[in-house]
């Protein structure tokens, strides 16, 4: 009755035990998985008596038994810990028997005799120990063990030795999610092709180091392979990716245990580098990883290589971003495929400064439009012959409220780029008419041209025309007063829809220029079909028209293309005496440049109207 009452408890308590383990392990993740499982070890030994437990898995792939847990700590673990990794291969018949073991395993002292080594044992004050060893099973695998050691002896009774094998089912589940758990975030985490970090991982990695209170400064480099895409055309998409895993490989090979790679997709690599890095020293990973990279990769019966353009940054933690860091290398790499590939930049203070005067740009240009910080200066276009103003161009400048005065050079690319191009140039075309109607009233009867800039993503507009169309009638310009400058570029970029416009425009009777003629790649059959009426020779051809026989042979050409295509000319960039001779030697009448006057006001302008013409002193 009364040891039936004591097994009954002991029954209990198993019970108990078995709950407790349970509820430990219910919400652990591969994080918190050693920590609660070096608890349930514990409470395996406070339960059993037992002196130490442990907790070992086994890593199938490389035949390694790995302990996981144990308890209590070791007092003294040496490194490399013994017990740590161990290798079937060179391990001792104990944990060889571990790698397929299905049963629970006990070894007893007594169990293996008296015989030599356990007397040296007993003679050296080694105490003897049993051990239990639970296998962890996933299906027909064994995939780990739970093993309890005692010194000296210990008898485990059947029920006991249930609830250990209740146990190890437990820690086995728990172990498989775990796996999957790493399974999953490793596939999140990496690129699929390469099995490098993809870009969440990179953007996690960078987030935690310029957030951390590492000195610095953190340095990154930007990979861009160059010219990819013919190798995808030519050898197909198999060998494109056959290519970028062979550079992947070369990327992990070369980098160091604290650098993190990452693939961004497509040709783009990104390398975070462990440690403080300096640009210099930055630049100098670079200059090696190139020639690594640049190396010939075999793909099949082929043999390729490619260059590969590098941008570089750093900054340090607390100041710099992630996406401040990426931009900046980003920026770097673009400069470096604009030096033609194959090159290494570094972004610069210079180019720090170049980009915050963009933003800054970027984020005022629409308020400027409406706040009246954008004027107009205006050109004269003059006839060589007499010096009689046959037309102005109109020039946007800016006063900045920070940055000063801003030429168009610094804003008009950036309008294009942000889509203010459309609304910079309703202003500019308003503000121009709008002067032109005011001379007219001031001067009646003056003829003059009103030549105004337009950019491609302007003519791109929808409302393009109609921003026109309605100037033209509500300042009441005369017909062809209104010329229109594209660039080449412009013309060529959409050619459909730039024939749309450009013939919405002669059917308003304004006049079409192409700009800068000359710098593009003139591709004449087209401006031939284009309602084109005059072409402006870009100002590099003519500034030094007098000294230089290789522009002048350019300018002579022009002469006669617009010629046999019937088209005006004006020459721009007139700076002096006999480069405006020559012009007019070779049948150019019509011109522009500082020699007769800079971009000036409008009111200047429209005293040296009032004059009627501009001394050229031919
Ligand atoms: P562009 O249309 O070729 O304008 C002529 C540029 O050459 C002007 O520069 C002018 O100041 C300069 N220039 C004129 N004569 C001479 C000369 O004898 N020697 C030299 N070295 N330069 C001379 P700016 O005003 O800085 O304008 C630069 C460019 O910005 C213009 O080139 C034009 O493409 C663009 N731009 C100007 N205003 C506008 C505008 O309202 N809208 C658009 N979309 N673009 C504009
Ligand atoms: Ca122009
Ligand atoms: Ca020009």
Request: proline content about 4%; hydrophobic content about 45%; overall charge negative.
């Amino acid at each position: 009755m009364h040891s039936e009452k004591r097994t009954e408890k002991r029954t209990e308590k198993l019970e108990t035990l078995v709950t407790t383990v349970a509820s430990r392990l219910t919400p652990v993740d591969a994080v918190s998985f050693v920590s609660v499982a070096t608890r349930v070890l514990q409470d395996l030994v406070e339960h059993f008596e037992v002196d130490t437990c442990f907790l070992r898995f086994t890593d199938h792939e490389i035949a390694a038994t790995v302990l996981i847990a144990e308890y209590p700590p070791r007092p003294f673990i040496p490194d490399p810990d013994p017990l740590g990794v161990v290798y079937f291969e060179n391990a001792d018949s104990t944990f060889v028997q571990i790698e397929r073991q299905k049963e629970v395993a006990i070894f007893r002292p007594e169990k293996s005799g008296p015989d030599y080594n356990d007397r040296v044992r007993e003679a050296s004050g080694v105490p003897q120990v049993s051990l239990a060893a639970v296998p962890l099973l996933s299906g027909e695998t064994t995939t780990g063990t739970l093993g309890f050691i005692k010194f000296g002896d210990r008898d485990w009774t059947p029920p006991e030795l249930d609830v250990l094998k209740a146990i190890a089912a437990l820690l086995a589940q728990v172990q498989a999610r775990i796996v999957v758990e790493e399974q999953l975030r490793h596939s999140a985490d990496h690129d699929s092709l390469t099995g490098l970090c993809n870009r969440r991982a990179l953007y996690r990695h960078l987030d935690a180091r310029l957030n951390s209170s590492e000195p610095g400064p953190i340095a990154i480099l930007f990979l861009d392979l160059d010219r990819l895409k013919p190798l995808n055309d030519f050898f197909g998409h198999g060998a494109g990716d056959g290519f970028i895993s062979t550079i992947a490989e070369r990327l992990r090979a070369t980098s160091a245990a604290d650098d993190l790679v990452a693939r961004l997709g497509g040709d783009e690599f990104v390398l975070v580098l462990g440690g403080s890095v300096d640009l210099d020293d930055a630049e100098a990973r670079a200059r090696r990883i190139r020639d690594v990279v640049t190396e010939r990769v075999h793909l099949g019966r082929e043999v390729v290589s490619r260059s590969v353009s590098i941008g570089v940054a750093a900054g340090y933690p607390g100041a710099a971003t992630t996406s401040s860091l990426l931009s900046q290398a980003d920026q770097a790499v673009m400069l470096a495929k604009t030096k033609g590939g194959n090159a290494i930049s570094v972004f610069t203070d210079e180019m720090q400064e170049k980009s915050e005067k963009r933003n800054m740009v970027e984020l005022s240009l629409r308020a400027a439009i409406a706040d009246e910080s954008l004027f107009l200066e205006y050109q004269p276009e003059v006839d060589l012959r007499t010096g009689r103003i046959l037309g102005v161009e109109a020039l946007v400048r800016w006063n900045h409220p920070l940055l000063g005065l801003l030429q168009p050079a610094s804003f008009i690319d950036v309008a294009e780029a942000t889509n203010v191009a459309g609304e910079l140039g309703r202003w500019v075309i308003r503000t121009a008419c709008r002067q032109w109607a005011q001379w007219r009233s001031q001067l009646p009867g003056l003829d003059l041209g009103l030549r105004v800039n337009v950019s491609p993503g302007q003519l791109a507009g929808l409302d393009f025309l109609d921003v026109v169309a309605k100037s033209l009638t509500e300042f009441d310009l005369r017909k062809g007063a209104l010329c229109l400058e594209i660039t080449e570029n412009a013309v060529l970029s959409d050619l459909t829809w730039t024939r749309q416009a450009l013939e919405g425009l002669h059917a308003m009777d304004v006049e079409v220029a192409i700009d800068d003629f000359g710098t593009g790649y003139s591709s004449l059959s087209h401006l031939k079909a284009l309602p084109v009426s005059t072409l402006k020779i870009d100002k590099g051809f003519v500034m030094n028209l007098d000294s230089n026989p290789e522009d002048r042979a350019i300018v002579k050409s022009i002469v006669g293309l617009a010629e046999s295509f019937g088209l005006e000319l004006v020459a721009e960039g007139v700076e002096n005496v006999e480069s405006a001779r020559q012009l007019l030697d070779m049948g150019c009448r019509r011109a522009q440049g500082f020699l007769f006057s800079r971009p000036v006001s409008a009111e200047k302008i429209g005293k040296l109207l009032a004059a009627g013409s501009i001394e050229v002193g031919l």
